[in-house]
């Protein structure tokens, strides 16, 4: 049984940073790919980034130059450094891991920004 379980949301002022974990464990293996998602209020989950095992990330043009996702040294967590957050960042993050056609999802953190 794969699970995800993530860390580090909270309350952040705009123009701050947050730094999001993920660690996966079950799998066995090393995951091809990590990745986080976020869902706001009233819309529709979106990728935020995501980031292979060799290290090729994609990311949402929306947090480009302010988001940064990375492995960890144990190759089955996943990070998200988060700098100069807005209010429209606020949303529940989601860490997610496909493996043998099936998406696994973690239960999530809720990253709120605001003054």
């Known amino acids: 049984q794969v699970q995800l379980v993530e860390s580090g949301g909270g309350l952040v002022q705009p123009g701050g940073s947050l730094r999001l974990s993920c660690a996966a464990s079950?799998?066995?293996?090393?995951?091809?790919?990590m990745g986080w998602y976020r869902q706001a209020p009233g819309k529709e989950r979106e990728l935020v980034a995501e980031?292979?095992?060799?290290?090729?990330?994609n990311s949402a043009d929306s947090v480009k130059g302010r988001f940064t996702i990375s492995r960890g040294n144990a190759k089955n967590t996943v990070y998200l450094q988060m700098n100069a957050l807005k209010p429209e960042d606020t949303a529940v993050y989601y860490c997610?891991?496909?493996?043998?056609?099936?998406?696994?999802w973690g239960k999530g953190t809720l990253v709120t920004v605001s003054s």
């Open positions: 980031i292979t095992r060799g290290g090729t990330t």
């Open positions: 079950g799998s066995g293996i090393i995951m091809n790919v």
């Open positions: 997610s891991a496909p493996l043998w056609g099936i998406t696994y």
